[in-house]
């Protein structure tokens, strides 16, 4: 079973790029962000919770996004493997999958993050919001907060992930396409 973590800053691409890397792979694709609509647009407890703190611009604390993300995997039991995308974002959470994946005889395999400049992925998230829907992608000072939780809190698990010898930076700026190749590039020489 191979699990792929894919991180990087809101705007990143993660979402277009766990697309094609499912597919290649045949990895069960788990975006956070899906998880929460799907909580949110159902108004699951969990999606009541976690709606408080994304129409703020803030993370989700650990045990409501745990929560969610378990019960997706567990609907999952013959996967391949996993490609997390947006989890973890904390140090909790690593912590937190890293005691939950050996339940079900699996671990993380690498953690590949996207990189870029924020003032582009500022400008990538504006335009999406103009066809989201999504109040957290049309106001740029959210969207800052967003950056400043994830410094203060997703950064410190490029140290965690290098310590355990699976952090793989990835340049997220260019076509879709150069940075799927750049991605396969780093799975296909795990």
């Known amino acids: 079973m191979i699990n792929i973590v894919l991180f990087g800053k809101p705007g990143a691409g993660k979402g277009t790029q766990a697309e094609f890397l499912k597919e ?15 909580n949110l647009k159902n108004d699951t407890e969990l999606g009541k919770k976690a709606r408080v703190f994304m129409d703020n611009g803030e993370l989700v604390p650990c045990e409501v996004t745990t929560a969610m993300l378990i019960d997706e995997v567990n609907k999952h039991p013959e996967s391949a493997g996993f490609l997390f995308d947006g989890y973890p974002r904390t140090l909790d959470q690593a912590e937190a999958l890293d005691k939950f994946l050996p339940t079900i005889g699996s671990s993380v395999t690498a953690t ?28 740029e000072e959210k969207i800052r907060v967003r950056y400043q939780e994830y410094n203060e809190k ?37």
Not at 157 to 173: P, T
């Open 24 to 38: 290649k792979y045949n990895l069960t694709h788990l975006s956070t962000g899906d998880i929460f609509r799907f």
């Open 112 to 139: 590949i993050a996207l990189e870029a400049d924020d003032e582009i992925l500022v400008a990538r998230l504006l335009e999406r919001g103009k066809t989201s829907g999504r109040p957290d992608d049309q106001d």
């Open 154 to 190: 997703t950064a410190p698990l490029i140290g965690y992930y290098k310590e355990q010898n699976k952090f793989h930076a990835v340049n997220g700026i260019g076509t879709i396409e150069e940075i799927t190749e750049r991605l396969t590039s780093v799975i296909d020489n795990l």
